[in-house]
């Protein structure tokens, strides 16, 4: 898991705006980067940097939500807040339904841009967190041997050890060796922890490859 902190983006073709948001958020020792473009965002992508964007809707050359599109397509994670003073409602819940995080109307109060943007940071923070769980936890299942594998999921049927051993034609005292290598390996505290983590393996093998925090885990905080 990353240890840097979190950076706001500005992308804006605008550079009145630009500085604007950024003297909001110094001020308040939130660290910036002001980029001109969203192109220019592209170019210093990093998915492994925290923090959040704000983003310009229309722009010259990639507008903001075609980059949205993009970061969609590259299953990124960072929490986009838009900021516009001229799109209109239809714009606005677009780019909600395609996964923004917030959508702001021009001009925007100091109070307001720090409230969101402290969400959206929290967000991110508590987001990156669950995926790296999540990793590790891949991680120690993936090192299981396909023996204990296949004393995990009879464990996670609510077998006995007795059934287990009789199930994979080994001896009781074998099948309660591969439990206690099962336990190691995964770091589960006791059965009922390895149960639910098994079962949750299971569950993330059967869905699609981009695991992604849903928004509506999402729980940002009162909105100014």
């Known amino acids: 898991m990353s240890d840097r902190g979190p950076i706001v983006y500005i992308v804006d073709d605008d550079e009145v705006t630009r500085s604007y948001f950024d003297a909001v958020l110094s001020t308040a020792n939130v660290p910036c980067c002001r980029v001109e473009s969203a192109s220019a965002f592209l170019d210093m992508y990093d998915p492994d940097q925290p923090g959040c964007l704000l983003l310009d809707v229309e722009m010259p050359g990639m507008t903001g ?18 900021i516009s003073s001229h799109a209109g409602v239809p714009t606005a819940v677009d780019a909600m339904l395609h996964g923004a995080f917030d959508f702001l109307q021009k001009p925007v ?4 841009l720090l409230a969101r943007v402290r969400n959206a940071l929290d967000y ?5 967190t669950i995926l790296h769980q999540r990793d590790q936890m891949t991680k120690r299942f993936d090192a299981l041997t396909a023996r204990e594998r296949d004393v995990l999921a009879l464990l996670i049927a609510g ?9 994979l034609g080994l001896s009781e005292r074998t099948v309660e060796v591969y439990r206690a290598r099962i336990m190691k390996k995964t770091a589960a505290r006791s059965l009922a922890q390895l149960v639910r983590m098994g079962m949750e393996m299971q569950l993330m093998s059967s869905s699609p490859q981009r695991t992604k925090a849903t928004r509506a885990n999402r729980q940002p905080g009162p909105r100014s």
């Open 124 to 128: 991110d923070a508590g987001n990156r």
């Open 65 to 82: 939500p075609e980059l949205q599109h993009e970061l969609n397509l590259r299953g990124a994670i960072i929490p986009l807040i838009f």
């Open 159 to 167: 077998h006995s050890n007795k059934v287990m051993a009789s199930e």
């Open 109 to 112: 109060s100091h109070e307001i």
